[in-house]
């Protein structure tokens, strides 16, 4: 019973939270969201799949650019194929406006878990870890703690867009957030259990400012 209790407070903070995030920052409230019934444009990329719950569903506008925000559970076979266990992202997602056709790309940390990454490779196996070394050495903290899967092809440009001198930003202000680009759209995860208003602060500014940077710099990669 307690656990109930705990789990439903739980359920009532985080949407509260929500809602006072979205009324700070023009987005609008739709709570849970069924993907095989409801009509709201679903929150892809690399989390998504036929068994996920979405809820706290929120969109919106900020900074010139088209916001998405949910809380997803699903739950994952874990490497040892044992059992399934739950897993929970905060995820915000911007709507890119360049129409140069991006690579996909992620970029986790290190702290993310092994799951995190077994999931990427098991659902795109055309995605490897890259070096990130083609066209100038990122700095060693960068690559410290960071992860960086992309198709081997598309290196280049995956280095043209997140250059060296995003190197201190990333690590610093994107500490433990996942990146992907997926069909032009850039996402940001939390492997959280449950939303705060720091982080939901900290993903919409940082989201916005990484998806103009991305935008610009789009202009300047050759075809």
């Known amino acids: 019973m307690n656990e109930i209790v705990h789990r439903l407070t739980d359920t009532q903070t985080g949407r509260r939270i929500v809602k006072r995030f979205g009324d700070e920052y023009g987005l609008v409230y739709f709570g849970y969201v069924d993907q095989f019934q409801d009509e709201h444009e679903i929150v892809r990329g690399m989390t998504m799949s036929h068994k996920h719950h979405d809820t706290n569903y929120s969109v919106g506008s900020f900074n010139n650019y ?7 559970a699903d739950s994952h076979a874990p490497i040892t194929k044992l059992s399934r266990r739950p897993h929970t992202w905060q995820i915000m997602s911007f709507d890119l406006h360049t129409r140069r056709e991006l ?17 990427i490779l098991t659902r795109y196996p055309h995605m490897k870890r890259l070096s990130m070394d083609s066209i100038a050495m990122h700095k060693a903290d960068f690559l410290q ?6 198709r081997p092809v598309d290196t280049v440009t995956i280095e043209h867009i997140f250059t060296t001198s995003l190197d201190d930003l990333l690590t610093k202000h994107f500490a433990g957030l996942a990146i992907e680009i997926s069909e032009n759209v850039l996402y940001l995860y939390a492997e959280r259990s449950k939303p705060t208003h720091s982080l939901l602060d900290a993903m919409i500014k940082n989201g916005t400012w990484l998806a103009g940077h ?9 075809d």
């Open 145 to 150: 703690h960071h992860h960086v899967y992309g």
């Open 214 to 222: 991305i935008d610009t710099i789009s202009k300047t990669i050759d």
């Open 103 to 119: 690579p996909h790309v992620l970029i986790g940390r290190q702290t993310h878990s092994d799951q995190f990454y077994a999931d």
């Open 66 to 72: 088209d916001v998405m925000y949910v809380q997803r």
